[in-house]
């Protein structure tokens, strides 16, 4: 390709609305543009990316013999309501309704549709397993879209359903997607970390995500030397109850005019944080919950939802509260809780004598809470939101913590969508068994802005071999010059022989323009075509290294092919990331 | 791939929704199913075909020069607003809102995008000519989704769309298109028809539909030995004059009491329907308007919206007429229209003398009428349905007509688009210039149907080479012989080895059901291993062909792959197609 042929608008200024670095720089190197909020277009280099990585996952999954499918994008809602995800998949679901008045779904992903197609056609134990995937659009109405590719509301994902007659066979499918992730990141030569994960809206009993490290992940992971690996919405508290060497005092109530908020509470009264206990009111499938945590320790919703097994439940509003309770949010407690609405503790709670509370009745508290005399708590759960430095489950070290972007989200289902949709199988003694399922998801225009986020450097992107737009760019220094211009399209005429992907910069704009441009973009090797070229050198230099090499080509190209080849061998994008680069 | 592993559900009967030969036989062979509406998920077999046609599509695309990139599905509504299509397009533009109740339209095309893109970043003339292109999803809210992935509501296209600074380069670019798109179906080896066509809701200057000829094609096809070649949609009338030997008459009221019809109103009045005036009454962007055609002729909608510049035309409803004119359709006519109502009549109401129409009073209608003596003609227009035996417009001789299924449309937008937007460039005297534009659509799913609509027989599809699932199939006719299971692996290595896309029907089921499969699936190459390997021999049998070649395995695989070679340098579809076939 050359480069004043190929649409790559480079920009020398990122719009002010890119917030993180991946996007500022895949936007000024002309690889993608934003048409609305979370939803974006892919420029030819960003298309070629996009392309690469699509096509890394897709052989990693056909080598461990799933096959590519396509569903549609375009869900018809009945399909959703026989799992009752309809209701409980919450704003993020995108509908519409089609002429006739019908509703339908983009998707945010495929269980339904895979559970109705294959419960149509699977009679047998025998015709399993099955591992069928697709690469298609998806979409999630993100309240606030943000960091560029990363949290869109369009975006291209693969996903991947197997089907099973047994758990030891879903055992074996998803250790071989388990290891087709790592391969995929291994490829793309990114430092990752797989730690275990909540399951969310997906479901099912045990879920893996693939991370790649960085800076500015969202996601925060909890890991420690002992190889225990988690995400913070999944960790694991390893409780040790408290023991507080007093008897325990009897209920006061006590006037606490302005103290609403622990900081108020702790100020006013001179007592610790943690001897507070924290009365959350949320609201879910099953009307309220209070949700007790003490005062030091912050709740952690996705295990709160997991363990109640209620995706919907959210926070409820000052407004609910007061409707529920009379009583403004900062003196709820559960001293005196009316009948009917269930109380959950976390297990901070356990062993907690003498404690402080809301007293259901405006600016007052109670001191001297003894949980179990003084209200009862209907289940204790680990609500805790796991924090570096808190003990390791696993072996009670403590967890360090890192900042990741997941790319990559394996579930083992078992058979929640197919008891759901009826999804059964006949096995060896002719029973109806429902067939045991699991899903294994990618993102794969999310990998681009991971690469990105972890692989650049003041000057650009640093992109990986495999996921380069091209592998070498050909600068002709002075397009006016007759003999860079032969030798430059040469040259490249000869690495595209070689099998390379090549760009030849023969544009019209000044040399600081073109290796501005040639670093931007991240091409891992350019070949420089210039005033040496009139002593026969060329030079040659790697994206990943400071030094270039001068090449001569007075006895042929042959020294270009073999210093490239030597390049790309060595080729390293880490090697050269400084802490103060972004 | 092992026929086993493949998830390929073959059905014997069809279902009974399935209205095509295409989805019939795509559906039996398990590529797809339905899963609403208009609305197809492409099991293995299905996709593996999608994704051949979307390779061949893009190398073309890449061969003229064509830059890949994507686009979202999901567009603002308010770039559609810029050109007026948000309300000009019709209840085929499926829409959707999102959470924060902002308009979006699941594209079903990408002028307003593309436009909208390169408006921020071309500035000159210089960066010209631009050609882009997509594969991706579309959507067009069919009312009645039918003919399987013909019709659809959810469908692969490729579009393309150019950019220029004068009509001269478009006219390059458009020719380029022209013949990739020939191109393409001649690797795909199909019978097929370009026609001049009507531009429909993308609007432009000048359009070419690309036909697959088919016995059941959609769009009927008008062609001449000279050359000239339209859609009926577009076809034009090469328009004689009638010549009538009779004075004018005095217009006459006359009582038709039941008479509404044209076949009515002949009858009652002994008159030919060639003096009949028909009037019909449509609504449009500016109110209503007559349209005025002889008694034998038919009216074509799509000639109307293109030469009234209008194509949110449609008939108007007999309660809207009867609001309109306080008379029932059948009695409606041109004399006596009261004003504010234009009239526009096709071009064989010309000469017309003693004409009978309509009195816009019930049960009444005139005779003598005398057009531009009786009621004023606001605009001549060729409107009519040109019909096989018709005049062909370029030379006079009768026109022929056939069957097609449109894959290609490409237009001449010229600056509707850009003008509507402000997309300019500066040109080489530094003033503003709206660039020309072009587009160019390829249907890639509807491809399928039509290749399949084209090319099958009793057995079942029959695949062109480059579009086929698996080049060849190889049969192991019984799988607990050991010989036979080792030499069909054997087989089926080289093969693989030699690059072919090869299957191993190694299932437990019967030679019979493995052989009506291969036909089903439409393998193109066949190699079977039954009971005369034993002697040593093979049979090889192309899907096109009778007979069946018997090979030696003897002395080594060697002929096989010979003999493999020679029948796919013969393979020819069409060879064996014969009339009673569907």
């Known amino acids: 390709m050359r480069f004043s042929q190929l649409y790559a608008p480079t920009l020398k200024e990122a719009p002010s609305d890119a917030d993180l670095v991946s996007i500022k720089l895949l936007i000024r190197g002309g690889f993608v543009r934003k048409v609305a909020a979370g939803v974006y277009t892919y420029l030819p280099l960003g298309f070629?990316?996009?392309?690469?990585?699509?096509?890394?996952?897709?052989q990693e999954m056909n080598a461990?013999?799933?096959?590519?499918?396509?569903?549609?994008?375009?869900?018809p809602a009945e399909l959703w309501h026989e799992t009752g995800r309809w209701d409980d998949y919450g704003p993020e679901m995108m509908k519409l309704q089609d002429r006739h008045e019908r509703f339908f779904t983009l998707g945010p992903t495929h269980e339904e549709i895979i559970t109705h197609i294959l419960r149509n056609e699977l009679k047998s134990y025998k015709q399993l397993p099955v591992s069928l995937y697709q690469i298609a659009m998806k979409y999630r109405d993100e309240i606030r879209p943000r960091f560029g590719l990363m949290r869109s509301r369009e975006f291209l994902m693969k996903d991947a359903y197997s089907f099973h007659d047994s758990w030891e066979s879903l055992d074996e499918a998803y250790k071989k997607f388990y290891s087709a992730y790592s391969k995929i990141l291994e490829r793309l030569g990114l430092d990752y970390l797989v730690v275990e994960a909540d399951s969310g809206a997906i479901g099912g009993n045990e879920?893996?995500?693939?991370?790649?490290?960085?800076?500015?992940?969202?996601?925060?992971?909890?890991?420690?030397?002992?190889?225990?690996?988690?995400s913070d919405e999944k960790a694991e508290y390893l409780f040790k109850p408290i023991v507080q060497n007093r008897l325990p005092a009897e209920l006061e109530l006590v006037s606490t005019p302005q103290s609403r908020t622990v900081e108020e509470v702790t100020a006013f009264l001179g007592?610790?944080?943690?001897?507070?206990i924290k009365s959350l009111i949320y609201s879910g499938r099953n009307g309220y919950v209070m949700v007790l945590i003490r005062g030091d320790e912050e709740l952690n919703e996705s295990k709160l939802k997991a363990s109640m097994n209620d995706q919907t439940l959210t926070m409820a509003t000052p407004q609910q509260v007061f409707e529920l309770l009379k009583v403004p949010v900062g003196f709820v407690g559960p001293v005196g809780l009316p009948n009917g609405i269930e109380i959950v503790a976390d297990l901070s709670i356990k062993g907690l004598k003498n404690a402080v509370g809301g007293a259901l009745k405006e600016g007052f508290h109670y001191r001297g809470i003894l949980p179990e005399r003084d209200f009862k708590i209907g289940k204790w759960l680990d609500l805790k939101m796991v924090k570096t430095g808190d003990a390791c489950p696993k072996c009670g070290k403590s967890l360090k913590s890192a900042k990741g972007i997941e790319v990559g989200h394996i579930f083992k289902l078992g058979t929640k969508y197919s008891d759901k949709m009826e999804g059964s199988v006949t096995d060896a003694q002719g029973n109806a068994i429902s067939y045991v399922m699991g899903c294994y998801g990618w993102g794969v225009s999310r990998t681009i802005g991971a690469i990105v986020e972890q692989l650049h450097d003041k000057d650009g992107m640093i992109w990986p071999l495999e996921a380069a737009p091209f592998d070498i760019i050909v600068t002709a220094v002075n397009t006016k010059d007759e003999e860079i211009m032969k030798r430059s399209v040469e040259i490249y005429e000869l690495l595209k022989k070689w099998g390379y992907d090549v760009l030849l910069d023969d544009r019209e704009t000044s040399p600081g323009m073109k290796f501005k441009d040639a670093d931007l973009i991240g091409i891992p090797v350019r070949v420089t075509l210039g005033k040496k070229l009139a002593e026969g050198i060329v030079e040659i230099k790697?994206?990943?290294?400071?030094?270039?090499?001068?090449?001569?080509?007075?006895?042929?190209?042959?020294?270009?092919?073999?210093?490239?080849e030597r390049l790309f061998a060595r080729y390293n994008p880490k090697s050269v990331l400084k802490p103060e680069d972004e």
Chains 1, 2 share one sequence.
């Open 64 to 75: 461990i013999g799933s096959q590519e499918i396509l569903m549609p994008i375009i869900q």
């Open 542 to 564: 790697s994206r990943t290294e400071e030094k270039p090499v001068m090449v001569s080509v007075n006895d042929g190209y042959g020294p270009i092919v073999e210093e490239v």
């Open 207 to 230: 879920s893996h995500e693939f991370n790649v490290l960085a800076k500015y992940g969202e996601s925060t992971l909890l890991y420690c030397d002992c190889g225990y690996a988690a």
């Open 48 to 58: 070629r990316v996009l392309k690469k990585i699509e096509e890394i996952v897709r």
């Open 271 to 276: 007592v610790s944080s943690r001897e507070i």
